[in-house]
């Protein structure tokens, strides 16, 4: 069996979808079942059992000699909540967990962790777990997820394979239900859609223009392709950045959700709102030679490629991955 945390959310049901795919039917769900928001993002997806958050550990308990690998995708990743409380609880005090029972019966791991560790990327943004103590995320949740690679790499028990994956600004299926934190792309497409126009962030940064800002921005297809790699390889345990690799901007990104809809672009700008301008990330590019080191050499999809497919396929007709 394999689990899936976050398993109802936008990268673990696109993840189960691809092991589908893939032929392991022996899925294990975990999540938190009460929000029916994300309900849509399992149908038709085939899994062996559905296990609330809460009731994991014990489960495993029970069954962990069924069990040959574990994805840690479930978090809280809500980057304008500032209630440290809760980001303990479900992101680092959660996670200490899974390791534990990982190292107690030696199941191989892949949990998420974030670029948003690395902040104004001070130190940039290279894999470097030498350095990791030095970085200063912007907010509770970077804080988080740094907190919790740090503490994996000082275990002296670790699992027989582990790897912390630092995803980048993901996009692609399956993020319908999340709100103010779903991806640029579906909200474009949701104003491009009612209105023929998209208002960006303008900048308040005097060393990039208006919607010059620029992310790493990777297709969820592609960030799911590295997991089942790593999920085969089990070797050169680690934390490795997750992005195309290559920073594009905002404007760019929405030029392309234009066209993809076969519409004229027309962009504007409104001010950052003032809760995140002073921690807004204008530059983000992940270096990702530590993961094509260890054997990975898939090509990732250009802005061009992931847009056009996500629009295409996905927005334009409500499809799931």
Not at 88 to 100: F, M, R
Not at 218 to 227: A, E, G, S, T
Not at 274 to 296: H, P, S
Request: proline residues 3%.
């Amino acid at each position: 069996m394999i689990i899936v945390t976050g398993a109802a959310g936008f990268i673990g049901s696109g993840l189960i979808s691809r092991l589908n795919q893939d032929g392991f039917r022996n899925i294990v769900a975990v999540d938190d079942f009460s929000k029916t928001e994300k309900a849509e993002n399992l149908e038709g997806k085939t899994i062996v059992q559905k296990i609330e958050r809460k009731e994991l550990f014990d489960w495993l308990d029970q069954n962990y000699r069924d069990v040959e690998f574990i994805f840690h995708i479930g978090a809280r990743t809500d980057t304008t909540e500032f209630d440290k409380e809760i980001f303990d609880e479900l992101n680092v005090n959660y996670s200490k967990q899974i390791w534990e029972k990982c190292v107690a019966y030696q199941i191989p791991l892949v949990y998420a962790s974030s670029a948003a560790t690395y902040g104004l990327g001070e130190h940039g943004y290279d894999d470097n777990e030498a350095t990791l103590s030095e970085l200063k995320p912007l907010n509770p949740y970077g804080d988080s997820k740094n907190e919790f690679d740090i503490w994996a790499l000082q275990q002296e028990k670790k699992p027989l394979f582990w790897a912390g994956l630092k995803f980048f600004n993901v996009y692609g299926p399956n993020e319908y239900h999340k709100g103010r934190m779903a991806s640029v792309i579906l909200h474009a497409y949701n104003q491009i859609k009612a209105t023929d126009k998209m208002k960006l962030f303008r900048s308040h940064n005097p060393d990039f223009k208006d919607g010059e800002q620029m992310r790493d921005f990777i297709y969820v297809k592609d960030l799911i392709d590295v997991c089942i790699f790593l999920m085969h390889h089990r070797k050169n345990s680690g934390i490795y950045n997750l992005g195309s690799g290559q920073a594009r901007t905002f404007k760019d990104l929405v030029i392309n959700t234009f066209l993809a809809m076969d519409k004229t672009p027309d962009i504007s700008y409104i001010d950052t709102p003032i809760d995140i301008r002073d921690k807004y990330q204008y530059f983000t590019e992940a270096n990702m030679n530590k993961l094509k080191a260890i054997g990975y050499t898939k090509p990732f999809s250009t802005l061009e490629e992931g847009v056009a497919d996500y629009v295409k396929h996905y927005l334009a007709t409500g499809a799931y991955l």
